[in-house]
Antibody, heavy 129, light 106 residues
């Protein structure tokens, strides 16, 4: 059974860089069938997709966060990571990693990037001095 | 950017009631839509993808429909364990979630 586990500091100072790692167990991150994504949820608010990565290193990001986000993958460790720079209190959230299903997109004739399942347990990151 | 609008933002219904949640896209997205359930303090759980395909293990009282711009998630007979916030997510090109619908028991 595939499991994902987020890890990283729970407290980050304003203007610094938030760094999290997601460790995948029970399956290979190098599967051609999946992307791997980061999603966050501020306390009491809704879900926001941050970005996703393929095992090859191909990435795509939420345009609203793109200038501050870097997602990378380490296939040898079965991990992928998130870096979010210049954080403010607005970046305080529970950060989730998740596997993202792909599908054949008949409209474009290419691989589509779809829904998320399963998700990690999430980790709360607070931005505060 | 295509915006996803869920309605209502919250609802209260009795056990056994039929509950319908709507998700509207500002432009057509074919059937590239998923639904998630997030119980209080828990991780989001995939219910439906491709607008109407039930994820394995999800109770059959949940169903999804729609295509283009208008989508619905229906709970045919609300159960106490269905108390949760429900989110839609579009996934054609850019990805985004709806604002959520909180479902409570009356």
């Amino acid at each position: 059974q595939l499991q994902l586990q987020e890890s990283g500091p729970g407290l980050v100072k304003p203007s610094e860089t938030l760094s999290l790692t997601c460790t995948v167990s029970g399956g290979s991150i190098s599967s051609s069938s999946y992307y791997w994504g980061w999603i966050r949820q501020p306390p009491g608010k809704g879900l926001e997709w941050i970005g996703s990565i393929y095992y090859s290193g191909s990435t795509y990001y939420n345009p609203s966060l793109k200038s501050r986000v870097t997602i990378s993958v380490d296939t040898s460790k079965n991990q992928f990571s998130l870096k979010l720079s210049s954080v403010t209190a607005a970046d305080t959230a529970v950060y989730y990693c998740a596997r993202q299903e792909t599908y054949y997109d008949f409209w474009s004739g290419s691989q589509g990037r779809g829904w998320f399942d399963p998700w990690g347990q999430g980790t709360l990151v607070t931005v505060s001095s | 950017d295509i915006q996803m609008t869920q309605s209502p933002s919250s609802l209260s219904a009795s056990v056994g009631d039929r509950v319908t949640i709507t998700c509207r896209a500002s432009q057509g997205i074919s059937n590239y839509l998923a639904w998630y359930q997030q119980k209080p303090g828990k991780v989001p759980k995939l219910l439906i993808y491709a607008a109407s395909t039930l994820q394995s293990g999800v109770p059959s009282r949940f169903s999804g429909s729609g295509s283009g711009t208008d989508f619905t998630l229906t709970i045919s007979s609300l159960q106490p364990e269905d108390v949760a916030t429900y989110y839609c997510q579009k996934y054609n090109s850019a990805l985004s979630f709806g604002g959520g619908t909180k479902v409570e028991i009356k």
